[in-house]
């Protein structure tokens, strides 16, 4: 079963790669209000959003949780906790009907293991991620006045 839109990992994929993945896939549609990931839970997919719209929120000790954002079609979720093997930080919940295909953990991680050159598609991925919340957080910063202080003067 192939999936319904390209994504961000495919995309840079060897046709092989992609071949071997599609396999494994499973395409479902899950309601609104579906976790897709959830912080602190190890996930058991790479999930992918072929349609619909998901919200990444945080987990803040200030308040209940911070948007990071919007997602659809096309983006990855649960690489980096897969590929790490770190807890999810992040939530990532369906906020309408979503068509997403999932590619079991021990699927992904095993093709990782024997095809090296996949780790520079999933390098770019979370680079991107990096990019994204790299602008997340300095748009936070100016909104929230923080920043650098000033130095105080010296004293001769």
Do not use: W
């Not at 840079?12 to 899950?30: D, S």
Request: hydrophobic letters at 40%.
């Amino acid at each position: 079963m192939q999936s319904e839109a390209a994504n961000e990992l495919y995309d840079m994929l060897a046709p092989e790669l992609r071949a071997e993945l599609a396999r494994f896939e499973q395409l479902r549609i899950v309601p609104a209000g579906t976790h897709l990931i959830t912080c602190g839970v190890p996930p058991e997919h790479l999930v992918i959003v072929n349609a619909g719209t998901v919200e990444i929120t945080l987990d803040c000790r200030s308040r209940n949780t911070a948007s990071l954002g919007y997602s659809g079609a096309g983006k990855v979720f649960g690489m980096r906790a897969l590929v790490s093997g770190e807890l999810p930080e992040i939530d990532v919940i369906c906020l309408e009907s979503c068509s997403i295909t999932t590619v079991p953990r021990d699927v992904f991680l095993s093709l990782l293991k024997n095809n090296p050159q996949a780790y520079f598609a999933v390098a770019k991925v979370l680079s991107s991620d990096l990019q994204i919340a790299d602008r997340i957080l300095r748009g936070n910063t100016r909104r929230c006045g923080v920043g650098p202080r000033p130095r105080p003067a010296k004293t001769v």
